[in-house]
């Protein structure tokens, strides 16, 4: 087995890096590719809409607990090792997923799923780390940064098509079941390919340290997916209280490890570099909006506007071209040219791609189509590839050489905290304001119901009550804890099946209204943040470009 200071090349390094990055991306893809199935799942498993949100964020937070730990347990163990556990129990999780019989089941087998991603993933830099020599290691970085970011993306417009091809007649389930072949085949290239590689001075597990760290992540996140959903009881704001004490008892702890035995989970030194600092925040703001923005545009496409999967996942595909070209122009001409400015322009024209597509939805509201959203995707996917591809690299060289491993699995565990914590804050924020402005929908509608009805044939009396009903039934749906569930005011049908459909039409267009307008409100937050996310980036050196940092000796390297 070779070690960190293994003087030869391995020939065979960007066929190893092909498999490590096919899989990487395979995970990354699972983030996302949930969202468009949404509806199906909800469906086939009678699942609760409190159970669906578990379902999208149990793989990133435990993909993000995971990820503090499996980058040490590398280092020790050996990558290869850890590499192939985390695929071939990725593998099996997915195979679980794809068969699960209920709800439960489900989000279990997303845990396990997400954990071994975590597993899977920081080894993948490592290995960089180790088989690259510097001359191509920031373009292999860079790669696998841009790769990774656009898989976000690629996974709604996959979601969508394999939902509606409906293959085998499996309904949802082979958006799980297509990670077994591709696991498998990964597996066995890895195994023959791939090299193995541990640190030589490998530092102890830090048991406490993740214990405490894993605690606060899910005495916040536990209480936010599930506050609204029964009406914000005390014990969910104790919780909150309770992860603040615990993340403080976590930086004592660490402090004093670091002091005494050594190895802490996150080496508090990290922090010294003010701009690695506020740089990290920033990544960890800008995930944040985007893990909300994947959510809410999936729901305004499907439950708003009324959209099939495959219509609202090749509408997606648009993010994902201008992803693409935002992360091949941003790594191979603007960042090593332009350094820290090139991320500050990505995070102004992601800004401004969300303010456009929150006018755009505004003004056509149910008249919405696919080919007026694609402008202002390319242009939100253009910004989002410019952040996305050269930060890692950027913000690794914020810090000094031997520190570089465990900043590396900072920045990764920041993206999917980022990610549960985007899903659980806008998700209170969009369904809060969905149901304190559903009258907009009504009033949009009112008019035009009224005269259909008087042409139908109904009398003045029983329209003004035909239509207080009507509007009953639209605020209560966009109240609902639980979109699937019809309301008791929805639950009478009018006689008349000329009338019922009047109305059908009038509450799908009002329906999409108030989603329309919640949709850009729930945008101008995520403005905000990524204004937040530009003037971090600001913070960081002049100077900073791709490539102008010297890799950590391998021996130093080990993976928080």
Known sequence: MDTDNTPTLDPR?????????A????????????????????????AAYSQIEWIIAAYVLSFAAVLITGGRLGDIYGRKRLFLIGVAGFTAASLACGLATSPGMLIGSRFVQGAMAGLMVPQILAIIRVTFPKDERAKAIAVYSGVGGSASA????LGGLLVEWNLFDLDWRPIFLVN???GLLALGAAAVVMRDSRSTHAPRLDIIGMALAISAVLLLVYPLTEGRRLDWPAWTFVMIGAAAVTFATFLVYERWRARTTGSPLI???????RPFTVGLASWLLFWIGFGGFFLIWTLFMQAGLGWSPMRAGLTSAFFAVGAGIGAGVSVSALAPRFGKWVLLVGGLITAGGFALYGALATRYESDFASWQMVFPLVVTGIGFGIVVAPTIDMLLGQIPDREAGAASGLLNTGQQLGLALGVALVGILFFGQLDHDSARGVDSVAAQTRTELATAGVPDGAREQILAGFSACVRDRSGAVDPSVVPPSCQSAPADPAIGGILT??????????????????????I??????????????RDTRLEQHEMAAEEDLVGV
């Open 154 to 157: 690629v996974g709604l417009s």
């Open 180 to 182: 077994v072949p591709v």
């Open 505 to 526: 039409r009038a509450g799908e267009d009002a329906n999409a209204v108030n989603f329309a307008h919640t949709f850009e409100y729930t945008l101008w937050w995520g």
């Open 13 to 21: 390094r960007w066929i190893a890096f092909t498999v490590v990055l």
């Open 23 to 46: 899989a990487g991306f395979m995970d990354l893809l699972d983030v996302t590719i949930v969202n468009v199935a949404v509806p199906s799942i909800q469906k086939d498993l009678g």
């Open 528 to 541: 905000g943040l990524m204004a937040l996310v530009c003037v971090g980036f600001l913070a960081l050196p």
């Open 267 to 273: 080496d508090l030194e990290l922090f010294r570099s």
